[in-house]
């Protein structure tokens, strides 16, 4: 991304498929089921992420008719490999010798960690990046898989807007990619959060799309 990659300074020139790629992020049971950990153990309402969903599948498919690149973020957790500070923010209220796997969200190898059913299967030419943090760069091969690909435009789909999808874009701008937002595609448990945080994305990191949109750039 130097001198011989010219800045993008018109959204139709960064959203050109041939530099670009759709993430969908942590679509998975533990964060959009009434099932899942965050409605069962957290009491938390998921039905406000519910239709993006179907807006996210809406997404992936037109990028696979525009040849646009697909990646699926997903986390996972344990114990092992989950920082003290991320256990200490989850897992706090208990004593250390209380804090096990089953206790985490999208513990690896559970169903809450799993993609929600509704989602459009992966295709194998798609990679799926487990990640675990909030941002998909964390950790991961991510960034190499990117630039090995020529990627420089990002677009973000998933939930949720102010913890995984914002600290995966704002990382993906401080590594130099556009960094954008599909309105419609990205979901909070609190809509106003949701609204506020692609606010502050659109001010401070990068530009901001819906799928209507997209599908006149990329028809």
Not at 120 to 147: Q, V
Request: glycine letters at 6%; hydrophobic letters at 40%.
């Amino acid at each position: 991304m130097g001198r011989d990659n010219p800045a993008l300074n018109r959204l139709e020139k960064q959203l050109d498929p041939q530099h670009s790629a759709v993430a969908v992020i942590d679509l998975q049971n533990d964060f959009v089921s009434a099932k899942g950990l965050l409605a069962r153990e957290k009491g938390l309402d998921v039905e406000p992420i519910r239709p993006v969903i179907n807006a996210a599948n809406s997404l992936v498919s037109l990028a696979r008719k525009s040849g646009v690149r697909v990646f699926w973020l997903r986390v996972v957790h344990t114990i092992a490999d989950s920082p003290k500070n991320y256990l200490e923010k989850y897992l706090g209220h208990l004593p250390e010798d209380q804090w096990t796997d089953d206790k985490l969200l999208a513990r690896e190898g559970s169903w809450g960690a799993e993609w929600d059913e509704e989602i459009l299967p992966r295709l194998d030419s798609e990679p799926e990046i487990l990640k675990r943090n909030y941002s998909g760069f964390y950790g991961t091969h991510f960034d190499h898989m990117l630039r090995a690909q020529g990627v420089r435009t990002l677009l973000f789909a998933g939930c949720n807007t102010n913890v995984c999808v914002q600290a995966t874009a704002s990382d993906a701008f401080y590594r130099g990619y556009y960094s954008i937002m599909v309105e419609d595609a990205c979901a909070s448990v609190t809509p106003e959060m949701n609204t506020n945080f692609i606010e502050n994305h659109k001010k401070w990191f990068g530009d901001t799309t819906d799928i209507a949109a997209l599908r006149a750039y990329w028809g």
